[in-house]
């Protein structure tokens, strides 16, 4: 089955910064890619998703990068503001209904 | 906008007791998922649905089962707690607009087993 590893598991970045979170995954045939943000105490929430069919999609302070031939995807947050802080997820859905997680990162923004 | 509710957000059971986790759904989504979320290791699939009475295993289904028996609701069900099943539990729906689709997640129930 899928298997998907996500990199950092935490991640410290000054206010203004940027932060990038990287996921590799390992089946060829995983055609959708969601981003998942848990911020303390709450549900994770989808901010960003990609199709195998685009290698880029942005969305203001974030976008996300898919590379097939190397099978990994990236989260880009830019100019991060304390409220970025958050666990993010990344997942991949190969054949079938389900989709599969990474570990998680948690992201600290400092002031 | 979709709301996925589960019964509990916190709950504490003894080993051995049969734990019933509930979560309805109201967009009328197909598809239902049971997830586990422990530190460093992120959100496991135990147990989806796709239909009424349809079920099939996840990742890591062991000590657990489910229900489907109308369309909008999705139970959990852990036969006999064991201290190893403590965690949250993650519901989550998807509709059937194609495949390609966010799954909604409810707020968790986060269960202790002493």
């Known amino acids: 089955g899928e298997n998907v590893e996500q990199h950092p598991s935490t991640l410290s970045v000054q206010e203004g910064d940027s932060a990038v979170i990287k996921c590799t995954y390992s089946?060829?045939?995983?055609?959708?890619f969601p981003w998942y943000k848990q911020e303390l105490g709450k549900r994770p929430q989808l901010i960003i998703d990609i199709r195998s069919n685009v290698g880029e999609k942005k969305d203001q302070r974030i976008a996300v990068t898919l590379n097939k031939t190397a099978k990994h995807f990236s989260l880009h947050i830019t100019e991060t503001q304390p409220e970025d802080s958050a666990v993010y997820f990344c997942a991949a859905k190969a054949a079938g209904n389900k989709l599969t997680f990474g570990g998680g990162t948690r992201v600290l923004v400092k002031p | 906008d979709v709301k996925v509710t589960q019964s509990s957000r916190y709950l504490v059971k003894r080993t051995g007791e049969k734990v019933f986790l509930e979560c309805v759904q109201d967009m009328d989504h197909e598809n239902m998922f049971w997830y586990r979320q422990d530190p460093g290791l992120g959100l496991r699939l135990i147990y989806f649905?796709?239909?009424?009475?349809?079920?099939e295993k996840g990742d890591i289904p062991e000590g657990y089962s489910v229900s489907r028996e109308k369309k909008e609701r999705f139970s959990l069900i852990l036969e006999s707690a064991s201290t190893n099943q403590t965690s949250m539990y993650l519901c989550?729906?998807?509709?059937?607009?194609?495949?390609?689709?966010?799954?909604?997640f409810g707020d968790g129930t986060r269960l202790s087993i002493l």
């Open positions: 649905s796709y239909d009424v009475k349809m079920k």
């Open positions: 989550a729906s998807r509709g059937h607009e194609g495949y390609l689709q966010p799954q909604h």
């Open positions: 089946d060829s045939a995983s055609n959708y």
